[in-house]
């Protein structure tokens, strides 16, 4: 499949909650050389987890946040 | 000054490094090893160290900017070709810390990126509709016809709520099936989706990228069976929930 110019665009929009999501759910975990610990690894996901509720409280405060980028279907 | 690497992901080496910009800006490279090569872009030790980075995650915003700058070089590799994204805060104090790393879990990543190649990620949200109005605004004329009336509607919530139920396990399923891949999140919040609506869905699928169109289709489809259910869709997205080894 080709990417468009626009697909790029509408990517590039993604709604921090859809992308935090993945973060979550995935991406391998590397053991090993890596600088964190595993305390620290637990503490990123903390963090993401905290982000999201910070999008949910962003929104009750009424700030502006960039939209869903999904495409409805109806 | 002292640098560490951040480390995105996975591709195989003949893959060179996409044309982005990685965290804060700085240039991606490729790190070799074998048929591997991590995609990786230099971040300044003072900030990235333990204790620092640490302290920087505690701060939303720069999660966030972290968060997007991970996610764009991922999307741009995943444009390229094949990718197997890492964990987001996967760190590196050398080069040859990470060559390490691609050759003491060769195995690992190349039959994580044999899962996923030629294979995108796809995200399926479903919301439910509108709840129809159930009686007409007429007051009861009596007690009987006042019970007969809420009992019927509670029929009719319970029976449109099975129905909305058997509908998304429906949507699921034959995505699944279409899919290589599928996995379900919690569904989010409504004040997170924002959206009205509540979300009743949140599938990824795991797809060949020849298969987009078809896949869009699909979906189309499935939103076309039942009234209460909007489908909605996001990506491609790089195949974050499909690189985990199952747990044993």
């Known amino acids: ?74 | 000054m002292a640098e560490l690497l951040w480390a995105y992901g996975v591709v195989p080496a003949r893959q060179g490094p996409p044309a982005v910009a990685g965290i804060e800006g700085a240039p991606v490279a490729a790190v070799r090893d074998g048929g591997l090569a991590a995609l990786a872009s230099p971040v300044p030790a003072e900030r990235f160290g333990g204790a620092e980075l640490q302290r920087r995650l505690e701060d939303l915003d720069a999660l966030a900017a972290l968060a997007r700058a991970h996610d764009g070089v991922l999307n741009a590799a995943m444009e390229a070709g094949d990718v197997v994204p890492f964990a987001i805060c996967t760190i590196f104090a050398t080069p040859e810390a990470v060559r390490g790393m691609l050759a003491g879990d060769a195995d690992r990543l190349a039959s994580a990126l044999e899962r996923v190649r030629g294979m995108v990620e796809w995200g399926v949200k479903g919301f439910a509709g509108a709840p129809e109005p159930v009686s007409s605004g007429a007051r009861p004329s009596s007690g009987t016809e006042y019970l007969t009336r809420r009992r019927a509607e509670r029929e009719q919530l319970a029976a449109s709520s099975s129905e909305l139920e058997s509908a998304v396990a429906e949507a699921h399923e034959r995505l699944a099936r279409f899919a290589a891949g599928a996995t379900l999140d919690r569904p989010q919040d409504r004040r997170l989706s924002r959206r009205e609506a509540e979300m009743v869905l949140n599938g990824s699928y795991l797809v060949a990228r020849e298969r987009a169109d078809a896949f869009a289709a699909l979906v189309r489809a499935l939103a076309g069976h039942h009234a209460g259910l909007a489908l909605e869709i996001t990506g491609p997205w790089p195949p974050y929930h499909f690189v985990r080894e199952p747990r044993p």
């Open chain 1, 1 to 74: 499949m080709t990417m468009t110019r626009e697909d790029i665009a509408r990517q590039r929009e993604v709604a921090l909650v859809d992308l935090v999501d993945r973060l979550l759910a995935g991406g391998v975990v590397i053991g090993g050389d890596i600088t964190l610990s595993i305390a620290d690894v637990d503490l990123v996901y903390v963090g993401l987890r905290a982000l999201i509720t910070s999008v949910a409280t962003a929104d009750e405060l009424g700030l502006s946040l960039p939209a869903a980028g999904g495409a409805p279907f109806r």
